[in-house]
């Protein structure tokens, strides 16, 4: 994984989803583009690289927010981290794990942040308007992870196929 890119990129994002995200709201529902971004990089960066990208991309959007410091850069952090232990169990380049997954951490992180609105009072979404916040930011998430795949180089990660599986040559005579 490049770091300067990712960087790049992360500041990119979290610009974007500040000025530009209000502005493609879907029947009320904003997409979440660094959610979809630290999937991206928790299904194809190293799980340790995966992990601490999570949480800087949360970092970078608690920034952003309101919320106190520190609840986005933990969600993102534990997103990467659950999809760092599911993903060796997945097609990591299929469009529909693409969708799956970020479908499955947006309900979690929502959840997670509605739980934690209703123990401080604070005001937040209904859970109809959550659903379809999470489904509307998991629809994002096949084109941007196919545009993001077409420069692995660039982003430092790995090249498409399968990784090799070969077991390793006995060594010795030969037949």
Do not use: N
Request: charge should be positive.
């Amino acid at each position: 994984m490049r770091w300067l890119t990712f960087i790049t990129l992360v500041v990119l994002v979290v610009s974007l989803q500040s000025t530009v995200a209000g502005r493609l709201t879907c029947l009320g529902a904003a997409p979440d583009w660094v959610l979809v971004l630290v999937v991206f990089y928790a299904l194809h960066a190293r799980a340790d690289q995966a992990m601490a990208a999570g949480w800087l991309a949360g970092a970078l959007a608690d920034l952003l927010t309101i919320e106190r410091f520190g609840l986005l850069s933990l969600t993102y952090g534990l997103v990467a981290l659950a999809v760092c232990q599911v993903r060796d169990w997945m097609f990591t380049r299929h469009p529909l794990t693409h969708f799956g997954l970020t479908l499955a951490a947006a309900v979690v992180v929502r959840v997670g942040w509605l739980v934690y609105r209703a123990a401080f009072d604070l005001p937040g979404d209904g859970v109809l308007a959550l659903g379809w916040s999470c489904v509307y930011t998991a629809l994002w998430a096949p084109p941007l992870h196919w545009v993001l795949l077409k420069m692995p180089r660039v982003l430092g990660i790995r090249r498409s196929g399968l990784r090799s599986a070969r077991a390793p040559r006995a060594r010795g005579q030969r037949v």
